[in-house]
């Protein structure tokens, strides 16, 4: 079975720091997809980014970017210049090409201090 | 083009009563997803549904638990004799086909948070 393991249940970094969340997963696919989920306190669901298992490169998207280490399984998000409105629930999911379940992290509260 | 519309937003129902949830899938969209969240957990997949059709509900408890999405009409999740534990937040999510929720077409609703009292 598939699992997302979310290690960090909460962080706080200060404005315009950058910051690292952790995601490490649990497959024995080979073709499968990662995503970063924010949930703001609005509870809306926003893909941050994605990354597909056969790219080699870590996906970029403006200020976040991910750090996908394949073998390791380990799928970290990078939030650079942190800003008040990334304050959210973050979650980390997997999904693999067979079924269109995403299996979902526990999350991390992320707080961004003025 | 509206997203994924899930209502109502609050529901309040006393144990034993009838939960219905509502959720209208961006236009076009043909596939719905129904998720729910316990408090401070991420979300776990329930069911998985095609225009009148069940595709995979291996995430739906056995009992009191039903969804549907006809013909015409949004996408109802049915919670028959609510009890304490059903209380959480259940997200929607569409997309215009198999094997494509992970395009930037995906939406998910803002949800439903059920208080069971």
């Known amino acids: 079975a598939q699992t997302v393991t979310q290690s960090q249940p909460e962080m706080s970094v200060q404005e315009a720091e950058t910051v690292t969340l952790s995601c490490t997963y649990d497959t024995s696919e080979n073709n499968y997809y990662l995503f970063w989920y924010k949930q703001p306190p609005s509870r809306q669901m926003i893909l941050v980014i994605r990354?597909?298992?056969?790219?080699?490169q870590n996906a970029t998207e403006n200020r976040f970017s991910v750090n996908f280490q394949k073998a390791a399984k380990s799928f970290s998000l990078k939030i650079s210049d942190s800003q008040l409105g990334d304050t959210a629930m973050y979650f980390c999911a997997f999904m693999n090409t067979r079924d269109d379940k995403i299996i979902f992290g526990k999350g991390t509260r992320l707080h961004i201090l003025p | 083009n509206a997203g994924v519309m899930q209502n109502p937003r609050h529901l309040v129902r006393r144990r034993g009563q009838e939960a219905r949830l509502r959720c209208s899938p961006v236009k076009g969209h043909s596939h719905v997803y129904w998720y729910r969240q316990l408090p401070e957990e991420g979300l776990k997949f329930m069911v998985y549904l095609q225009k009148e059709n069940i595709i995979d509900e291996s995430g739906m408890p056995k009992e009191r638990f039903s969804a549907e999405f006809p013909k015409e009409g949004p996408s109802i999740l049915r919670i028959q004799q609510v009890v304490r534990g059903d209380s959480a937040a259940y997200f929607c999510?569409?997309?215009?086909?198999?094997?494509?929720?992970?395009?930037?077409?995906?939406?998910f609703g803002q949800g439903t948070r059920l208080t069971v009292v």
């Open positions: 990354q597909e298992a056969y790219k080699q």
């Open positions: 999510a569409s997309s215009p086909g198999q094997y494509s929720l992970l395009s930037t077409e995906a939406f």
